[in-house]
């Protein structure tokens, strides 16, 4: 079992930064791998980025590519998003998962283990 929690999150102006994290508990964390989406209002949950259980390897969006670095920390089990240059299409509530694989996915329904998400707003 794996538990998440998200946090981070807040109201930035575009062109601004955010890091979000995300706890996870479990004796599992360290071989998962890790992945973050995000869900705007009347819109589908899509992938935002995600890691390998080494850190090693990193997937993107192309809508975010350059601007975000997911990175994590298996001896605090925490994963991070750092989120710079943010736009106004950014705002979403972001969540992160967490699946029983080695490798990352950009397919949401590859995550077993998913957070209440963290809310960030970009006003233009």
């Known amino acids: 079992q794996v538990q998440l929690v998200e946090s981070g999150g807040g109201l930035v102006q575009a062109g601004g930064s955010l890091r979000l994290s995300c706890a996870a508990s479990?004796?599992?964390?360290?071989?998962?791998?890790m992945g973050w989406f995000r869900q705007a209002p009347g819109k589908e949950r899509e992938f935002v980025a995600a890691i390998n259980w080494s850190g090693g390897i990193t997937y993107y969006a192309d809508s975010v590519k350059g601007r975000f670095t997911i990175s994590r920390d298996n001896a605090k089990n925490t994963v991070y998003l750092q989120m710079n240059s943010l736009k106004p299409e950014d705002t979403a509530n972001y969540y992160c998962?967490?699946?029983?694989?080695?490798?990352?996915?950009?397919?949401?329904?590859?995550?077993?283990?998913w957070g209440q998400g963290t809310q960030v707003t970009v006003s233009s």
């Open positions: 998962a967490a699946r029983y694989a080695s490798g990352g996915s950009s397919w949401k329904n590859d995550y077993d283990y």
């Open positions: 479990g004796r599992t964390f360290s071989s998962s791998a």
